[in-house]
Structures are given as C-alpha cells and as structure tokens.
C-alpha cells in the first residue's frame, strides 16, 4: 500500500483540481484530520458526467459525519470518521455483501496520515476484498429463500402485466442477481454495473436475468423462471427450516 501522495501525482483536470483543493482547505472547519484519502472514479481515471469526488477524514472525536458539498461546481462527498467508525463500517459491510468504504479505502490516494493509521485501515479494506464476503451456509441457504420468495411472487402474477408485476420481477432479478455473487464468495458490485460484472463470469444466468427485464411480459417470466432454477434450484416454495432463534435482534 503506497503512502501519502501530491496532488500534483493525481491524473485530475483542472477543474476537479480545484474543487478537491477547495474542499481540503475547508476540511479543518469541521475537524482536524489525521487522515484525509480521496477516491472515486475521478481519481480513478474513469469519470461519468455526474461523478464526485469521495474524500475519507480520519479524525479522533468520537463521531462520524458525512457532509455533501459543491466545490468548484463539482460534487464532493466528505466521509468523517473516527478509526472505531471506520472498523464498524467495514465490519457492516461484510455482513452486507456491499464492501463500499472498502474499496473506496482499498482503490483511493492517500492524501494525510500523521500516524501511519489510515494506512493500517486500507490494509484492512484490500484483505476484505481479497477474503470476500464468506457468507456462512446458514446465511447462504436463508438468502436463497429470500431469493425463492421473490421469484415466487413474480410469478405468481401470471399473465397480470401490471406496474406491480413489473417492479417485482425487477426485485426478484435483482435478488437472484445478489445471490449469484454472494455464493460464489463475492462481494456485490455498484448496483449499476452488476448485471454488467455478471456476465463476465455466469454469461448465461446474465443473459436470462437481463431478459427477465427486457422481453415482453410473459416471455420475461419465463426467462427469470429459467435464471432461478438454474441459479438456486427452484423457482418458488421450497423446504426450509430455519432453526430456533433466542436472542432478539437489537
């Protein structure tokens, strides 16, 4: 993991220059960093339109904050943490399947660390990524039921082509999606790209998932009842047993 770097060895138009060096001089306002790391597609070189920039404050109050702001006309998302809020973020995810903070730890410039501490925390995020989500079987079989759920009431519109049906077969393809990756110890991608990321490694369950979306009504149903089958073995109802739960969820 590199160290801190300038910002003249960040790859940023002008523009995006300047927004990140007006936000860095308005980040003591709020708090003294520790820490400050700058991510994102703009820093990764790959920009849309409607990108920001993702900075990281490491701080030492006992708090985290997160303040969205425009600088230089170029919308900016500051993350203020302390290292206890950190680690908590990066242990949610996990349980999540969604590693965020993660990779914007694990793919982001180091721009302050006083103490060596924000780098210790990206050498934590790059493990993350590298182990994956290690769903336990448990929790693998319980969101495959989650899955089957929503495939099932999907179907259960039958030749109903309603907004309803619609945007539940769009819930059901976006489960089955989530367990496509979690069980082969994947973390989920950015929403908007996993269809995309699918297709790279199971092309066929992306391609019957993307027609579940796409073709005609009926047609659609029929595509997302071949994904589920194919995927987890049924498209619907099927035998399950929980097992007895004693402690109430906080």
């Known amino acids: ?11 940023l138009e002008d523009r995006h220059r300047s927004a990140l060096e007006q936000a860095l001089a308005w980040l003591p306002e709020v708090i003294t960093p520790v820490g400050i790391l700058v991510s994102g597609s703009i820093v990764r070189g790959n920009p849309h339109p409607a990108s920001d ?22 919308p900016v998302e500051v993350f203020f943490n302390s290292e206890a809020w950190l680690r908590h973020s990066l242990s949610k995810e996990i349980a999540q399947g969604r590693p965020v903070m993660a990779h914007m730890l694990a793919t982001g410039a180091t721009l302050l660390d006083t103490e060596d501490r924000l780098a210790a925390l990206r050498k934590e995020a790059q493990t993350i990524l590298e182990r994956g989500p290690g769903f336990s079987p448990d929790a693998l079989l319980r969101d495959r039921y989650a899955a089957a759920t929503q495939v099932e009431d999907a179907l259960d519109f039958g030749d109903e082509d309603t ?3 619609r945007q539940v077969r769009a819930l059901a393809v976006a489960a089955l999606v989530r367990h496509a990756f979690l069980n082969r110890n994947q973390f989920l991608p950015r929403p908007k790209e996993r269809l995309q990321v699918l297709a790279q490694s ?13 073709l005609p009504h009926s047609e659609a149903l029929t595509a997302l009842r071949e994904a589920s089958e194919s995927l987890i073995g049924g498209a619907g109802f ?7 739960e004693t402690n109430l969820p906080l």
């Open 202 to 214: 199971q092309p066929e369950l992306a391609q019957k998932l993307a027609a579940a979306l796409k």
């Open 238 to 244: 099927f035998e399950w047993d929980s097992g007895p």
């Open 1 to 11: 993991m590199s160290g801190p770097v300038g910002l003249d060895a960040l790859a």
């Open 163 to 165: 907004a309803d049906a």
């Open 53 to 74: 920039l993702d900075i990281v404050v490491l701080h030492d109050a006992p708090w985290r904050r997160r303040i969205q702001r425009w600088f230089n006309g170029t």
